[in-house]
Nanobody, 118 residues
């Protein structure tokens, strides 16, 4: 059974930081590209950042320089370090996984709420 379990969300003031974690099980973590997406109320889900099996991160323009994605293959866990948070970052953040040969993310977590107050 595949499980992706996010944690680390919460309420923070603008300019603050949070670190999200996503612990996985039931997948061969090392051969999966991992990503964080987010969905704000009334908006479509959007890709925030992804990290390759080799550890290279790619970022949406709206988080470049503020967020850092990383992975620990020994712990089957992916992280999202979020700094300089803005109220516009308020959303439910989802962890996702896909095989490196797959075009779409197949496995998703249940999401963790991030709320940034002004």
């Amino acid at each position: 059974q595949v499980q992706l379990v996010e944690s680390g969300g919460g309420l923070v003031q603008a300019g603050g930081s949070l670190r999200l974690s996503c612990a996985t099980s039931g997948i061969i973590f090392s051969i999966n590209t991992m990503a964080w997406h987010r969905q704000a109320p009334g908006k479509q889900r959007e890709l925030v950042a992804s990290v390759t099996t080799g550890g290279r991160g790619d970022y949406a323009d709206f988080v470049k320089g503020r967020f850092t994605i990383s992975r620990d293959n020994a712990k089957n866990t992916v992280y999202l370090e979020m700094n300089s948070l803005e109220p516009e970052d308020t959303a439910v953040y989802y962890c996702a996984a896909r095989r490196i040969t797959a075009g779409q993310y197949k496995y998703w977590g249940q999401g963790t709420q991030v709320t940034v107050s002004s």
